[in-house]
């Protein structure tokens, strides 16, 4: 992959800003004509800079007012079960991401639930059954100060 020029970094921009932007608007803001700005976004769509679209929600609205940082440690590092950590975790609408970390903790999760009641319940059917975990500590959010996906670009 070639490095990204100040159009290409200009056009990501905007979609982070607005992912239904058109593309006649995409390329009037870029000053480009409309045939040359589509095949840049197929471009990066093809290379994998831009994985996909989608909305923000507002997950205190839709009645998830949970969000929890956990942090998990495990005894069992092979394959097969960290396999299976893996496809657990993925399968669970519930963990919005899931990080390998360094430091004291092997995992890092970000799980939301609709109440502390329905996180109680997460905690036992889920997490308490990943294979190998041996320790989960949880920090519940208090205040949501900043939340976003827009990567810095300049």
Not at 47 to 73: H, M, P, S
Not at 76 to 87: D, K, L, N, Q
Not at 120 to 130: D, I, Q
Request: proline content about 3%.
């Amino acid at each position: 992959m070639k490095p990204l020029d100040d159009i290409n970094l200009r056009l990501l921009d905007l979609l982070q800003q607005d992912g239904r932007m058109t593309n006649a608007k995409l390329a009037e803001r870029l000053a480009l004509s409309e045939t040359p700005c589509w095949r840049r976004l197929k471009r990066l769509e093809e290379e994998k800079l831009i994985t996909g679209y989608q909305a923000n929600l507002d997950r205190k609205r839709l009645g998830l007012g949970v969000l929890a940082f956990v942090q998990l440690n495990c005894s069992e590092h092979h394959a097969g079960s960290v396999a299976t950590f893996e496809r657990i975790v993925n399968a669970s609408p519930n963990i919005l991401a899931c990080h390998n970390t360094t430091g004291d903790d092997d995992f890092l999760l970000i799980i939301v639930a609709k109440d502390l009641d329905d996180y109680s319940r997460f905690v036992e059917r889920e997490l308490r059954r990943l294979p190998g975990v041996t320790n989960i500590r949880s920090s519940l959010s208090l205040r949501e100060v900043k939340s976003t996906n827009r990567l810095p670009l300049g």
